[in-house]
């Protein structure tokens, strides 16, 4: 299966708190993107990380590559109710002509108030 | 406009019925991509249309049949649906295929096969 995995699964936090989210994948890639989900919603890009780089910030995020460990951290810090989400690594293949995104199966964070 | 639409929100329909789902995006994008998602799985591919050629079918079945009148419009007609099929399906458009680009996302059909 192309399809990564992330853990954990799922995540509960107070508001305030940071949250850590990991994604591993299994092939090489052009570069790795992080969507977020609202319940039963469409997913809304987050940010996008090439497989030269190792860091990317954005905010209140901050996203970690490991191309030789094939993996990947999402931070969020000082988290707030509507952060509650289901977040989503995605991959674009290197040797994929096409724009094909291998999504991973993701972690759902509930940030209590 | 950064929005990618989707009509129906929510769609039932019988395994013996034709209906159609309609994915509209005004940027301008030139790949235009259906996603299926079962609850608590993450989305998975079934087509990719590039300057509205079918690109990528990724081995779905006859009984979904996608169209792309033009730029800004995908279809996804269906037919014969069994009720395994139910799920939200995701339209999804980008600026091309290839390179660093992200994908922008509709809210989603609902569809039950009943």
């Known amino acids: 299966s192309q399809q990564g995995e992330e853990d954990p699964q799922a995540l509960s936090i107070q508001e305030g708190e940071n949250a850590t989210m990991n994604c591993s994948y299994k092939t090489s890639i052009n570069n790795l993107q992080w969507y977020r989900q609202n319940s039963g919603r469409g997913l809304v890009h987050l940010i996008l990380?090439?497989?030269?780089?190792r860091e990317k910030h954005s905010g209140r995020l901050r996203v970690t590559l490991d191309t030789s460990k094939k993996s990947s951290s999402l931070l969020i810090t000082a988290s707030r109710a509507a952060d509650t989400a289901s977040y989503f690594c995605a991959t674009a293949r290197a040797w994929s002509g096409a724009n094909n995104l291998f999504f991973g199966t993701g972690t759902r964070l509930t940030v209590i108030p | 406009d950064t929005e990618v639409t989707q009509t129906p929100k929510h769609l039932v329909m019988g395994m013996t019925n034709k209906k159609s789902l309609k994915c509209e995006q005004h940027m301008g994008h030139r790949a235009m991509y259906w996603y299926k998602q079962k609850a608590k799985k993450p989305p998975e591919l079934m087509f990719v249309?590039?300057?509205?050629?079918?690109?990528i079918n990724e081995s779905v079945p006859s009984r979904f049949s996608p169209e792309c009148p033009n730029s800004s419009l995908l279809n996804l007609h269906l037919h014969a649906l069994q009720p395994e099929d139910s799920a939200l399906y995701l339209c999804?458009?980008?600026?091309?295929?290839?390179?660093?680009?992200?994908?922008?996302f509709g809210p989603g059909t609902r569809l039950t096969v009943l």
């Open positions: 249309y590039s300057y509205e050629k079918l690109s």
């Open positions: 990380i090439r497989s030269n780089e």
């Open positions: 999804a458009s980008s600026q091309a295929l290839g390179g660093s680009n992200e994908q922008f």
